[in-house]
Each structure stands twice: as structure tokens, then as C-alpha cells.
T-cell receptor, first 116, second 117 residues
Framework: AQSVAQPEDQVNVAEGNPLTVKCTYS??????LFWYVQYPNRGLQFLLK??????LVKGSYGFEAEFNKSQTSFHLKKPSALVSDSALYFC??????????????FGSGTRLSIRP | GAVVSQHPSRVICKSGTSVKIECRSL??????MFWYRQFPKQSLMLMAT?????????EQGVEKDKFLINHASLTLSTLTVTSAHPEDSSFYIC?????????????FGPGTRLTVT
């Protein structure tokens, strides 16, 4: 069964500094990997995904993530953090395939706090 | 882009009553819909997977008689919380899946906050 780990409950970064939110995964086949962001009392907003191709994936709001197969990681990064980036971030994984029953499994979430 | 709506966005009900939450795919047909619940400051936990016209598949530990799921059409799935109790208070999020551009995609709704008093 697939699983996702986000080892940090909270990440604190000063505005303007680079940020990294860590994620590692475990799947039996090839993974589909996702990052979502959630603001208070709101649903999920899609940031980016890795399906295949380039290991560096660029997404919304200046975020990017690097797929590392050997380390089974998919860390989220941004070169220069904004206060408005403060939110809850979820990494998620789905096993490859066309099956409509392929479930997305979420990590525990990392709260990102950007201080002015 | 694909849009998924949920109704209501917030609902307060009394203990012992039932409440229905709707999940709709607005501009596409969803072969599969998923229901998640999220407790405060926690991750999303998959409750069940429903395919149009067939019975839902529940995750381990989820009571199928308490959380009734109906997926009567390719654009609508409903989750009914029966005989609700305060511990059922949570944020419920649905997602709708469909094949698009050669890949299977899931699109998430905005969530429904249920408070049981």
C-alpha cells in the first residue's frame, strides 16, 4: 500500500528566504505525486504534480518540487517566501494507472509560517 | 478547468439527526468520487470510494451504515451522515475523478464543515 510522510509538522521561514517542505513516499509501482495547499476553513488548492518527465516540476504561485526516485522524495520548494504563503501544505501520492479506484493518499500536512 | 462543488458549505445539526452532503462535478462527468474527512489540524482521511451506479467501497474502520454514500449519476454523489453525534463533527471533502488528457485526474471540492450539537 502507498504511503506518504511529511516529517515536519511546522516550518518557519523569514519572508524573502527560500523555503523547503519535505515529503517522502512509498508505492509499489510508479508514483503520481501531488502538492496541495489549504487555507483556514477552505478546501484544497492544487499546486503541482509529477507524473513523468522532468524531475523538477513547476507549479502555481512560484512553487516547484523535485522528484528524486532514489531517495523516494518529492520536496516542495520556493526560492523566495511570501507572508501569503503561510498555510497548511499536503503532499499526496497515487499509484500509476488508469484505474478509477486508484486512491490518493495524503501526508499528515506541514504548516508553513512565513514571518515578515 | 474542472470544478467540483459541495453543498452545503456549512451545516449545524442536532445530535441524532441525519444530514446529507452533496458533491457535484459541474463541467465534467466523474466516473469515481471520493469522500474524505479532516479533523482539526489533521490530514485528510479517505472514507470511501464510490463508482457511479455501484456500491461504495469503504476504508477500514469507516461504518458504511453510518456514512451512506450514493452515486446515482456521473455528476452527483451524496454522503449522508446518519444519526449524527458530536464526534462526527468534521470537515468533509469530496473529490471527483475522470480520465482527461490520457491521465486520471482528481478534482477536489471546497469542503463541508459539519457541526453536530
Amino acid at each position: 500500500a502507498q504511503s506518504v510522510a511529511q516529517p515536519e509538522d511546522q516550518v518557519n521561514v523569514a519572508e524573502g528566504n527560500p523555503l523547503t517542505v519535505k515529503c517522502t513516499y512509498s508505492v509499489s509501482g510508479n508514483p503520481y505525486l501531488f502538492w496541495y495547499v489549504q487555507y483556514p476553513n477552505r478546501g484544497l488548492q492544487f499546486l503541482l504534480k509529477y507524473i513523468t518527465g522532468d524531475n523538477l516540476v513547476k507549479g502555481s504561485y512560484g512553487f516547484e518540487a523535485e522528484f528524486n526516485k532514489s531517495q523516494t522524495s518529492f520536496h516542495l520548494k520556493k526560492p523566495s517566501a511570501l507572508v501569503s504563503d503561510s498555510a497548511l501544505y499536503f503532499c499526496a501520492v497515487r499509484e500509476e494507472g488508469y484505474s478509477s479506484a486508484s486512491k490518493i493518499i495524503f501526508g499528515s500536512g506541514t504548516r508553513l509560517s512565513i514571518r515578515p | 478547468g474542472a470544478v467540483v462543488s459541495q453543498h452545503p458549505s456549512r451545516v449545524i445539526c442536532k445530535s441524532g439527526t441525519s444530514v446529507k452532503i452533496e458533491c457535484r462535478s459541474l463541467d465534467f462527468q466523474a466516473t469515481t468520487m471520493f469522500w474524505y474527512r479532516q479533523f482539526p489540524k489533521q490530514s485528510l482521511m479517505l472514507m470511501a470510494t464510490s463508482n457511479e451506479g455501484s456500491k461504495a467501497t469503504y476504508e477500514q474502520g469507516v461504518e458504511k451504515d453510518k456514512f451512506l454514500i450514493n452515486h446515482a449519476s456521473l455528476t452527483l454523489s451524496t454522503l449522508t451522515v446518519t444519526s449524527a453525534h458530536p464526534e462526527d463533527s468534521s470537515f468533509y471533502i469530496c473529490s471527483a475523478g475522470a480520465l482527461g488528457g490520457g491521465a486520471y485526474e482528481q478534482y477536489f471540492g471546497p469542503g463541508t464543515r459539519l457541526t453536530v450539537t
